[in-house]
DNA sequence: TATATTTAGTTCGATATCGTACTTTATTGG
DNA sequence: CCAATAAAGTACGATATCGAACTAAATATA
């Protein structure tokens, strides 16, 4: 790869890095107290694809370890948001339900979500989030592959 | 903000720190023993837009905390990467100075980088980072002075 | 000039993240 | 059926991150 290739690369992950620890903050900011953005993901995730789901599936889905995903989950659990069952099907496992105080909470953060992203989005040049996000997407499954295939 | 709009938002963001999780977590994979990416981000800029900045300066060329980067130039010191000295100028400041080692250090991570990214951005479709990345930027710019303006 | 305020940096404490190693349960191969 | 291996989750330790409060130095104000 020639050297400027490895620099445009570079400025492209470094502006994905700074866009994704701002968004961060910004949203974490309108959370309650210590609520982090993992907490919040984990109840959207609840919500919009369902529950029942064990603890592995969740850190898979978020390409996190699973340690980290324990350690949100102890959280919400803590909460009350959440609620961390043995899994009748497998006994190594559990499987994560979301309690009626984790859906309010969810929906909250939502309206907060809107509240924090609503005045940005409309400075964006119009439907750039359109069309970004898929090319996004797409730029992910291909860093997912690349990292299934493990190090080569 | 409609339903949807926050939906299409909070995918867009979710899709951001995904991937500068995955490309996070593949160069720091590269890095030796406990360099992490704060670490050569500011080699980097020390390399690529000069010496001689103060802390502070650079907490806020890479919007963390100045907390955060204390903790991250004393990691460098502690490595002989860099140097930091009071500033002659400001009782109060001090100067930060890249090291000859540190220079090597940063040249041989951006050969990692190639490495590390070189595979992968093959498999992106053709010119998507060049047309990406000053879209991203534009979108940085704006959720900064969204920042800048304070919380209203 | 004397005092008040602001600024740069650090210290400290709380929490997040994550790798390693471990326990428990399932699955596989003989 | 039994041993070997794999998988799910956790405990623990190391480090990163960051907010609050602090110290020291510079600047502003009276």
Redesign the pocket.
């Known amino acids: 790869m020639p050297n400027d290739d490895a620099d445009r690369l570079f400025t492209f992950f470094t502006e994905i890095g700074i866009i994704a620890?701002l968004s961060r903050?910004a949203f974490e900011a309108r959370l309650p107290d210590?609520m982090?953005?993992?907490?919040f993901t984990v109840l959207n995730h609840l919500v919009r694809l369902g529950d029942g789901c064990?603890?592995?599936?969740l850190?898979r889905a978020f390409q996190?370890?699973?340690?980290?995903m324990?350690?949100?989950?102890?959280?919400l659990e803590r909460k009350g948001l959440i609620r961390?069952q043995p899994?009748p099907e497998?006994?190594?496992?559990?499987?994560v339900t979301i309690t009626s105080a984790g859906r309010k909470f969810r929906d909250s953060a939502v309206v907060a979500a809107a509240e924090t992203f609503g005045p940005m989005v409309e400075k964006f040049p119009a439907g750039w989030i359109e069309t970004l996000t898929p090319q996004l997407a797409e730029i992910r499954a291909v860093m997912d592959r690349a990292r299934d295939d493990g190090p080569n």
């Open positions: 620890q903050a210590g982090t953005l993992p907490h064990t603890p592995l599936a850190a996190v370890p699973k340690t980290s324990t350690n949100t989950l102890s959280g961390i899994n497998d006994g190594r496992s559990k499987v």
